[in-house]
Nanobody, 119 residues
Framework: QVQLVESGGGLVQAGGSLRLSCVAS????????MGWYRQAPGKQRELVAT???????KLADSVKGRFTISRDNAKNTVYLQMNSLKPEDTAVYYC?????????????WGQGTQVTVSS
């Protein structure tokens, strides 16, 4: 059974940094795209950043220049480096991993990690 384990969230002051990690363990399948989403209270879940198996990245306009997504394929891990954090970045951050099964592809979600930025 595929398991995604996230870590790195916490409380930080505005202007600070955090690094989120998400490890895909117990996976017999190849990993395709990996990404991070976030959901603030009362809002819909939104895309933060994605990275393909080839390393191409896509970031939401609101985090460009501040966040960086990267991955370590040998460790089945995706990272989100968050710099110059703002109070509006406060949310639960979820990783999403797309797997290539024998017949089809499917995605799984992590359990979420809270990021709180104080002003």
């Amino acid at each position: 059974q595929v398991q995604l384990v996230e870590s790195g969230g916490g409380l930080v002051q505005a202007g600070g940094s955090l690094r989120l990690s998400c490890v895909a363990s117990r996976s017999p399948f190849s990993i395709n795209a990996m990404g991070w989403y976030r959901q603030a209270p009362g809002k819909q879940r939104e895309l933060v950043a994605t990275i393909t198996s080839g390393g191409s990245t896509k970031l939401a306009d609101s985090v460009k220049g501040r966040f960086t997504i990267s991955r370590d394929n040998a460790k089945n891990t995706v990272y989100l480096q968050m710099n110059s954090l703002k109070p509006e970045d406060t949310a639960v951050y979820y990783c999403n991993v797309e797997f290539l099964g024998p017949i089809t592809r499917f995605s799984s979600w992590g359990q979420g990690t809270q990021v709180t930025v104080s002003s």
